[in-house]
């Protein structure tokens, strides 16, 4: 089965500041979609971007972007101009091309500092 | 427009007993459907999932099992539970191949004990 890797439980930025969450994962498959997620504290998983494995050019959702290096298999998220709402449970994950299994990494959990 | 509602939202189970969570999507057809966990302070863990009626497949050995006795509708389950189940499940369903992402339910917290 293919494995999503977050290395970092918690993180911490300050408001206005900027924020990299690094996610790394194995797969055997040439095409498939990756994902950042976010839950905040009501639980409620939030999609907030999503990534095309033969895109090469890396997605981007205001304040929202990542650094997709597929060699590598590293799927990075930045969070430009941190915001208070922005705390919450990041979640990586990685789909198969044909959409019928999607698994998660651990979650980095994101504080923000006024 | 699509949505998915899965309840009960909260449970209380001693060990030993019976469990059935239920979630339907409304909306669509066909879904790829799924059950996940969520541990305290852990990751999401895939425990099934459907591409269609009666079509369960189980990513881990555990003592919960799924159905899918209708297309929208799919059912984890248990007939004794461990203090170990305990914990978030979380719904989810994706368009399959067309589809662009996997939307989730609003979950149930089940405290086993």
């Known amino acids: 089965a293919q494995t999503v890797t977050q290395s970092q439980p918690e993180m911490s930025v300050q408001e206005a500041e900027t924020v990299t969450l690094s996610c790394t994962y194995d797969t055997s498959e040439s095409d498939y979609y990756l994902f950042w997620y976010k839950q905040p504290p009501s639980r409620q998983m939030i999609l907030v971007i999503r990534q095309e494995a033969y895109k090469q050019q890396n997605a981007t959702e205001n304040r929202f972007s990542v650094n997709f290096q597929k060699a590598a298999k590293s799927f990075s998220l930045k969070i430009s101009d941190s915001q208070l709402g922005d705390a919450a449970m990041y979640f990586c994950a990685y789909s198969n091309y044909n959409f019928n299994k999607f698994y998660f990494g651990s979650g980095t959990k994101l504080n923000v500092k006024p | ?113």
């Not at chain 2, 541990?39 to 555990?62: D, K, N, T």
């Not at chain 2, 189940?85 to 994706?94: I, N, P, T």
């Not at chain 2, 067309?98 to 089940?110: A, K, P, R, V």
């Open chain 2, 1 to 113: 427009s699509q949505t998915i509602h899965q309840w009960p939202a909260t449970l209380v189970q001693p060990v030993g007993s019976p469990l059935s969570l239920e979630c339907t999507v409304e909306g669509t057809s066909n879904p790829n459907l799924y059950w996940y966990r969520q541990a305290a302070g852990r990751g999401l863990q895939l425990l099934f999932y459907s591409v269609g009626i009666g079509q369960i497949s189980s990513e881990v050995p555990q003592n919960l099992s799924a159905s899918r006795p209708q297309d929208r509708q799919f059912i984890l389950s248990s007939k004794k539970l461990l203090l170990s189940d305990s914990g978030f499940y979380l719904c989810a369903w994706d368009r399959g191949a067309s589809g662009n992402t996997i939307y989730f339910g609003e979950g149930s917290w089940l405290t086993v004990v």
